[in-house]
Nanobody
Framework: QVQLVESGGGLVQAGGSLRLSCAAS????????MGWFRQAPGKEREFVAV????????FHAAAVKGRFTISRDNAKNTVYLQMNSLKPEDTAVYYC??????????????WGQGTQVTVSS
């Protein structure tokens, strides 16, 4: 397993941008697919985006496609989520997750503690 620490959350106005970061421990970061998920108050956790170990493949949920971009820097053991054109409905706790399989389901093996993103209207 890897240890994951998210950062970069905060309060932003609708239409604004934020970039989330997730720093991972360990020497085998590039062997893990990395995902971002979010959980809004009173709602279930949902998939946001995933990136393969070497960054060659990405997939974004329909709700964020065209506005959010997942990327990674394996030299820095870090995965990013660039969020543009933010909407109030993007308000949630955002979690990064790691797994040795590239997938969009919730059963990732390692999770961070989450970072709050609040979008005001």
């Amino acid at each position: 397993q890897v240890q994951l620490v998210e950062s970069g959350g905060g309060l932003v106005q609708a239409g604004g941008s934020l970039r989330l970061s997730c720093a991972a421990s360990g020497r085998t970061f590039s062997s893990y697919a990395m995902g971002w998920f979010r959980q809004a108050p009173g709602k279930e956790r949902e998939f946001v985006a995933v990136i393969s170990g070497r960054g060659g493949s990405t997939f974004h949920a329909a709700a964020v496609k065209g506005r959010f971009t997942i990327s990674r820097d394996n030299a820095k053991n870090t995965v990013y989520l660039q969020m543009n054109s933010l909407k109030p409905e993007d308000t949630a706790v955002y979690y990064c997750a790691a797994d040795q399989r590239y997938k969009t389901t919730m059963d990732f093996g390692s999770w961070g503690q989450g970072t709050q993103v609040t979008v005001s209207s």
